[in-house]
């Protein structure tokens, strides 16, 4: 089985820093995505990680725990055109022999002046 | 360069209707994937392409649902006699290998589905 929690919703003011979290419980792991969807668009990849630690891009980093199956996504000098929808996916092997990716409901970021 | 592109972008169809949805994916992309997102839910499997293998059919929530890939390329995702529950945006993704979970995925626009 898997299960794939974050929060639903979360707001913040422009230029502050935002963590999104990240919980996991799949049966199987082969890295973890997070992806940006604006309302109506397609999502966009932002990172990837598979080791856990901390990966840096510019204003947005990745961090996973393996160990504790978390990782959060932390977005930083906050814009408002970083209101989005952020969803974390854990990629894990199928039954077929697959690698696919399964999705968290993903989160709401509401960014306010 | 040409991304995923999808059709319709918007379908409206009355409930015991046979739909069809496009989906052209990056060209050189061996790997093709569908989802559904309803309202407030995160994406949703439905069925995955893998080169030449047999499709991971897995995802497909009834025997109402099926899809095909040719030659490799474009792929078209059918939903017979729709149901109002089938209402949703259906977004397809490519990735530039297969059997790699490790690969972006690179999505469409979607289709919205609309069955009344």
């Known amino acids: 089985g898997q299960n794939i929690d974050q929060p639903t919703e979360m707001t913040a003011t422009e230029g502050a820093i935002v963590q999104i979290n990240c919980t996991y419980q799949?049966?199987?792991?082969?890295?973890l995505f997070w992806y940006q969807q604006h309302a109506g668009e397609a999502p966009t990849f932002l990172s990837y990680?598979?080791?856990?630690g901390l990966e840096e891009k510019g204003r947005f980093s990745s961090f996973l725990s393996r160990s504790k199956g978390y990782s959060y996504l932390l977005l930083k000098e906050l814009q408002m055109k970083d209101s989005a929808s952020y969803l974390c996916?854990?990629?894990?092997?199928?039954?077929?022999?697959?690698?696919?990716?399964?999705f968290g409901r993903g989160t709401s970021l509401i960014v306010h002046p | 360069g040409a991304g995923v592109s999808q059709s319709p972008s918007n379908k409206v169809t009355e409930k015991g209707k046979d739909v069809e949805l496009r989906c052209d994916p990056i060209?050189?992309?061996?790997?093709l994937y569908w989802y559904r997102q309803s309202l407030g839910q995160g994406l949703e499997f439905l069925i995955y392409?893998?080169?030449?293998?047999?499709?991971?059919k897995s995802g497909l929530p009834s025997d109402r649902f099926s899809a095909e890939r040719t030659g490799g390329s474009v792929s078209t995702l059918t939903i017979q006699r729709t149901q109002q529950e089938d209402s949703a945006v259906y977004l397809c993704?490519?990735?530039?290998?297969?059997?790699?979970?490790?690969?972006?995925?690179?999505f469409g626009p979607g289709t919205r589905l609309t069955v009344l």
């Open positions: 392409f893998q080169g030449n293998s047999a499709p991971d």
């Open positions: 060209s050189g992309h061996t790997a």
């Open positions: 993704a490519s990735t530039p290998r297969e059997g790699f979970g490790t690969d972006t995925q690179y």
């Open positions: 799949t049966s199987g792991f082969n890295g």
């Open positions: 996916a854990v990629s894990r092997p199928r039954s077929g022999g697959s690698y696919i990716p399964t």
């Open positions: 990680n598979v080791l856990d």
